[in-house]
T-cell receptor
Framework: RKEVEQDPGPFNVPEGATVAFNCTYS??????FFWYRQDCRKEPKLLMS???SGNEDGRFTAQLNRASQYISLLIRDSKLSDSATYLC???????????FGTGTKLQVIP | SAVISQKPSRDICQRGTSLTIQCQVDSQVTMMFWYRQQPGQSLTLIATANQGSEATYESGFVIDKFPISRPNLTFSTLTVSNMSPEDSSIYLCSVEVAGQGLASYEQYFGPGTRLTVT
């Protein structure tokens, strides 16, 4: 089983739709979780950290489910500019050893 | 957060040659990382570069092929040696800084160096 698994997609959704991605991780000792966004031919950029209590930033909501070992990202009212690949990142703790998922591709269509 | 620059942004090189990629950070950081991202793939960690010690390489990557320097807390270089077309990839420098929450570290990436080996 991969350390971090994501559905590669693509998810094709119309503008204004709500879309959710999940990411599962295999190491129950993992401590920190993040969602990154990567545009085509660009570097990954931190979108949001995922806290145990969940967190929300505008149209984006991230949740952590430790019991089932997954994190989720919900995007409401999708915009064309949300089209990108969303990478799930898991950190086992402290420096080093973050593991990247392979990414979920989102395409928001007009 | 951290602001990271990389040079060159892209290069086309002939097989058998070497290319050195530079990474500059706007603040002092303990850990710097070098990743590779091949087309359509996720990021693969090449090595971790600590200032004042030798880099730590991941499985499948060796110092002779990817020598790394870390002369100070804001700078690192990665050399891709004796290149072959299989080395064509995006090479990304990354740093880790303390984020919010206990034991939470956030990674920030440079813009990447797009390498094509012919």
């Amino acid at each position: 089983r991969k350390e971090v698994e994501q559905d590669p997609g693509p998810f094709n959704v119309p503008e204004g739709a709500t879309v959710a991605f999940n990411c599962t991780y295999s190491n129950s000792a993992s401590q920190s979780f993040f969602w990154y966004r990567q545009d085509c031919r660009k570097e990954p950029k931190l979108l949001m950290s995922v806290y145990s209590s969940g967190n929300e930033d505008g149209r984006f909501t991230a949740q952590l489910n430790r019991a089932s070992q997954y994190i989720s990202l919900l995007i409401r009212d999708s915009k064309l500019s949300d089209s990108a690949t969303y990478l799930c990142v898991v950190n086992k703790g402290g420096y080093q050893k973050v593991t990247f998922g392979t990414g979920t591709k989102l395409q928001v269509i007009p | 957060s951290a602001v990271i620059s990389q040079k060159p942004s892209r290069d086309i090189c002939q097989r058998g040659t070497s290319l050195t990629i530079q990474c500059q950070v706007d603040s002092q950081v303990t850990m710097m990382f070098w990743y590779r991202q091949q087309p359509g793939q996720s990021l693969t960690l090449i090595a971790t570069a600590n200032q004042g010690s030798e880099a730590t390489y991941e499985s499948g990557f060796v110092i002779d092929k990817f020598p790394i320097s870390r002369p100070n807390l804001t700078f690192s270089t990665l050399t891709v040696s004796n290149m072959s077309p299989e080395d064509s990839s995006i090479y990304l420098c990354s740093v880790e800084v303390a984020g919010q929450g206990l034991a939470s570290y956030e990674q920030y990436f440079g813009p990447g160096t797009r390498l094509t080996v012919t």
